[in-house]
Every structure is written in structure tokens, then in C-alpha cells.
């Protein structure tokens, strides 16, 4: 599944450094961005709700709470985080859905021999 968004495309190999609009700025300002793939953060043992299931989990008795099992998507959503090289100002733009996503790499040649 080949995603395109703005001449950002997951069949491609996508550059690393993206031109684009500043949403903070004046309107017409362009200035390059560091672009990254979002990836999520490690979970905070200290948060609220962590502290309070394994409060509960301790102890005799079993699982306490229900564990899901009904997961429908295959995929997730690709989001890019694009940091200003001016202010560092940093934004996250999401794509669709894909497969596979791989930012920056080689390109891909057209007409080229495929290897195996």
C-alpha cells in the first residue's frame, strides 16, 4: 500500500530535510525541517493510572482487570515530526495508514535490474 501526501510517499524512500510553510510564522516564510519518524515514549511507572493497577494486580487473586483481545488494525498510522531548522519549532503531521514506511534510505531507480 503506497501512501502520498504532499510529495511524501511511503513507496519511496523519503528525504530526511523537508522544505515547507511555517504555521507559527508569517505566511509566506519557508525555512527547512528536520523530519523524523514519531516514535511513542516509554510509559512513566509514576502515572496515575500505573500506580493504581499495580496496587491492585498485587497480591493474591489474578487478573483484576480485563485484558483485550479484540485488536482490529493491522497498521498504524505513520506520523512525521518536523522540527524548524530556525526556531525548533516542532509540529507532527500525520500520514495514512501503511505496511511499510522507511524515510530516507537510497533511491529508487527507474527501469533498474531488480537484485535478489
Not at 524512500?13 to 523524523?36: L, M
Not at 515530526?81 to 526556531?87: G, I, N
Request: with cysteine.
Amino acid at each position: 500500500m503506497d501512501v502520498f501526501f504532499e510529495g511524501l510517499s511511503s513507496s519511496d524512500n523519503d528525504v530526511k530535510r523537508w522544505s515547507t510553510s511555517q504555521r507559527h510564522a508569517a505566511p509566506t516564510a519557508r525555512a527547512s525541517n528536520a523530519v523524523t519518524q514519531y516514535k511513542k515514549g516509554k510509559d512513566s511507572i509514576y502515572a496515575q493510572g500505573k500506580r493504581r493497577y499495580d496496587r491492585k494486580q498485587s497480591g493474591f487473586g489474578g487478573q483484576t482487570k480485563p485484558v483485550f483481545h479484540k485488536k482490529a488494525k493491522t497498521t498504524k498510522k505513520v506520523v512525521l515530526r518536523l522540527e524548524c531548522s530556525v526556531c525548533k519549532y516542532k509540529m507532527q503531521l500525520s500520514l495514512k495508514r501503511c505496511k511499510n514506511f522507511e524515510l530516507g534510505g537510497e533511491k529508487k531507480q527507474k527501469g533498474a535490474a531488480l537484485n535478489f
